[in-house]
């Protein structure tokens, strides 16, 4: 058993990173501990034509911009690994790895987290363990009967096993369009969305998006789900522009051989893509008593959990913090936790 730290991170991708950032600018002692084998978080497993939304200088974390791509193109996955890495390296952050959290309990007032690599104990504790582990693929009737291959977007590596094969992309956000896109070229696709999709103005990257969610958190306009789903990214918006990019209604079964739409079409398949969104790895929480509604914790909209002093979730989603999910907009959540667990700690020194 460890001494009690000051605090631990839970978490090395982006958000853990940025934590760890402003924890070290409070002057906190504190451990990532990060179950991964290398730096870069879900990065590391996208799949290859994946670009992000914005340019590099507006997808960076605290304290240092990103460095720019050489082409005109925005920033792939391998690019952002790169400058993850060496932000670690930068700030000399304390990251441990691979170490896996497999729970945190509570005794008396102090956080004791059990891992595959011993255990650690700690006045406060801030999660950010991502979503990229817990793939969600809805319960569509016929799913289990369905002959061909299924794959989850968080481990589509690619179009080249689907070529010249009919492919079903389903999900009507970015990862869905993306994919759709991407299977265009070599297989015979069909995207099927809840509605019609819902693209973004083409002029609407990621600069605005952060733009129109912190205006939203000041109390201004109606937040980025208002503007719609879908950054038409270059080859979305080429797929759509040609007539390629044509969404069916949602299927409502899968058959052995294919699927029904809800409107009656039916489908013949040889391979279903769900891009159908992730939910939040909050397994290593079980021990705590963290109230939690449809999968998430309850939280007043930033990253404290109300009930549990000294515990802060960073990077899941709009819930701990508007765009606490992406690369530019974790960092004044993780700049707020940091400045919490520094209060917290001061008061009960
Ligand atoms: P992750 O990157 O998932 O990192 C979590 C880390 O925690 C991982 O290293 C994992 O191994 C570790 N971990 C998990 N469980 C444990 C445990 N129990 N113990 C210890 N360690 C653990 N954002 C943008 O800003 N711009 C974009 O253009 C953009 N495009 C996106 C496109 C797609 C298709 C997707 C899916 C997301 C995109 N995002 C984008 C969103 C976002 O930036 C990522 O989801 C981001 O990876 C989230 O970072 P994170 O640090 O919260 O989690």
New binding site residues.
Partial sequence: MTDVLPAVV????????AASFYLRRQGVQHVV????EAP????RH?WPS?????PAAY?SLPGWRMPPTDGAE?PDAPHVVDYLAAYEQRYDLPVRRP????SVTRQDGTFVLD?DHGTWRARAVVG??????RPFVPAVPGIDRFRGDQVH?ARYAGPAPFAGRRVLVVGGA??GA?VAADLLPVAEVTWATLGSPRYLPDEVD?RELFRVASASLRGEGEGVGSLGDI?AVPPVRRARDAGELVATPMIARLTPDGAVAADGTEHELDAVVWCTG?RP?L??LRGLDVPRREGRVVTEGGPAVPGVPGLFL???GDWCGAA???????GQWARQAAAEVGAGLATTA
């Fill in positions: 839970v978490g090395g991708g982006q958000a853990g990173l501990l990060d179950a991964a870069g978080g879900a990065w996208t994946l670009r992000l939304f914005s997808s925005n170490v896996h959290v497999r891992s950010a363990t991502g979503t990229w582990s977007s970015n990862s993306q990621g950054v992730f790895e397994s290593w960073l990077g899941y606490s999910a992406t690369l530019i907009g974790v």
